[in-house]
């Protein structure tokens, strides 16, 4: 299973890495299917069936580095029933401002990106950080010593390298 982490160029996505310190703006879970997962604030809790279709909602020319999460056995059909039935649910708008406000987070079945993978995760018992699912940014969930970055691509039709 990956981690994937988007090193994002829009104006949001500039935003969320000046407010979290971090190079990176968006997470999201790649089951070694190929299957992706991602909360996204365009329909909110998305499911992609190939790295391809990232750029459905994606820039071209988008740097995604690919960090390795290794599984239990069994682990990984349980982490996909998970996402599965989160599939449709919102984007939770009102808790990443809650990284502006610093209000407490509220249990609203919605979701933001690091905060659908790292509680994905948990629900099986692989915890990345020592907090709660709704406090951790994409770099939170990077810095996890559980991922080994593995490899980095860039988005386009081809998903090689883009010039």
Same mark, same amino acid.
């Given at each position: 299973m990956n981690i994937l982490? /988007? +090193?994002?160029?829009? &104006?949001?996505?500039?935003?969320?890495?000046w407010q979290t310190r971090s190079p990176y703006s968006h997470v999201a879970i790649e089951l070694d299917n190929g299957v992706i997962f991602e909360?996204?604030?365009?329909?909110?809790?998305?499911?992609?069936?190939a790295r391809r279709s990232l750029l459905?909602?994606?820039?071209?020319?988008?740097?995604?580095?690919? /960090? +390795?999460?290794?599984? &239990?056995?069994?682990f990984v059909p349980a982490t996909e029933q998970w996402l599965d039935r989160r599939v449709g649910s919102r984007y939770d708008f009102r808790s990443?401002?809650?990284f502006v406000t610093?209000?407490?987070?509220?249990?609203?079945?919605?979701?933001?990106c690091s905060?659908?993978?790292?509680e994905a995760l948990s629900h099986v018992g692989m915890f990345l950080q020592h907090a709660p699912s709704h406090d951790l940014s994409p770099r939170d969930i990077v810095m996890s010593p559980k991922l080994e970055l593995v490899?980095?691509?860039?988005?386009?039709?081809?998903?090689?390298?883009?010039s």
């Open positions: 982490a /988007f +090193r994002g160029s829009s &104006l949001i996505s500039r935003l969320i890495r909360a996204w604030h365009r329909g909110g809790v998305i499911k992609h069936d459905d909602v994606h820039e071209h020319g988008t740097q995604v580095d690919v /960090f +390795r999460v290794d599984m &239990l056995e069994g990443v401002l809650r610093r209000r407490p987070a509220v249990e609203n079945n919605r979701w933001f905060e659908l993978v790292s490899d980095t691509i860039t988005l386009c039709p081809t998903l090689l390298r883009c």
